[in-house]
Antibody
Framework: QLQLQESGPGLVKTSETLSLNCTVS??????????WGWIRQPPGAGLEWIGS???????YYNPSLKSRVTISVDTSKNQFSLKLNSVTAADTAVYYC???????????????WGQGTLVSVSS | QSALTQPASVSGSPGQSITISCTGT?????????VSWYQQHPGKAPKLMIY???DRPSGVSTRFSGSKSGNTASLTISGLQAEDEADYYC???????????FGTGTRVTVL
């Protein structure tokens, strides 16, 4: 069974860079025909798709975050990563990594999810 | 791109059926048959319940069904059970640069 697990600091200072990894088990990113994505959820609020990456490195980003986001993949570690720079309190959220159910789709119908990790931004 | 509109809360008694609406526009819900529904229990990750408007992933109860008419998608839960009490979110592809938009979320309460 495919499993995803987020890891990274739970506290980031204002204006610095948020960095998270997602480790995939039960499947190989490099041989996958799927995109791998990041989604966030501020406390008490709804979901927001951040962006997605293919094993080749091809990416799609939410334009509202595109100027500050970089998603990368490390197939040797079976991981993909999220970097969000110049963070503010508005970036405080639970960050999830996830994989869509549809092969070749960069977003929509996310079927497999990590447990999520809360990242707080504070000065 | 504004979020898709869902009712803040819906409630029902055990055994009843409830329907949650998800209203968008001709640029998202009305334009694509790529509407998904997620169930989220407190402190847990969302769980995909419906995709492509009507399809259920393997393992999801047949009590959950989806439909769409025009710019509004709907999720129906039949035979409501205590375990169905959760937050529900819809999502859709969108023609806007955002590519995907989520709904505002609906809290389902089992009375």
């Amino acid at each position: 069974q495919l499993q995803l697990q987020e890891s990274g600091p739970g506290l980031v200072k204002t204006s610095e860079t948020l960095s998270l990894n997602c480790t995939v088990s039960g499947g190989s990113i490099s041989s996958s025909i799927y995109y791998w994505g990041w989604i966030r959820q501020p406390p008490g609020a709804g979901l927001e798709w951040i962006g997605s990456i293919y094993s080749s490195g091809s990416t799609y980003y939410n334009p509202s975050l595109k100027s500050r986001v970089t998603i990368s993949v490390d197939t040797s570690k079976n991981q993909f990563s999220l970097k969000l720079n110049s963070v503010t309190a508005a970036d405080t959220a639970v960050y999830y990594c996830a994989r869509p159910s549809r092969a070749g789709a960069a977003y929509g119908s996310f079927e497999f999810w990590g447990q999520g990790t809360l990242v707080s931004v504070s000065s | 791109q504004s979020a898709l509109t869902q009712p803040a809360s819906v409630s029902g008694s055990p055994g009843q059926s409830i329907t949650i609406s998800c209203t968008g526009t001709s640029s998202d819900v009305g334009a694509y048959n790529y509407v998904s529904w997620y169930q989220q229990h407190p402190g847990k990750a969302p769980k995909l319940m419906i995709y492509d408007v009507t399809d259920r992933p393997s393992g999801v109860s047949t009590r959950f069904s989806g439909s769409k008419s025009g710019n509004t998608a709907s999720l129906t839960i039949s035979g409501l059970q205590a375990e169905d009490e959760a937050d529900y979110y819809c999502s859709s592809y969108t023609r806007s640069a955002t590519l995907e938009v989520f709904g505002t979320g609906t809290r389902v309460t089992v009375l």
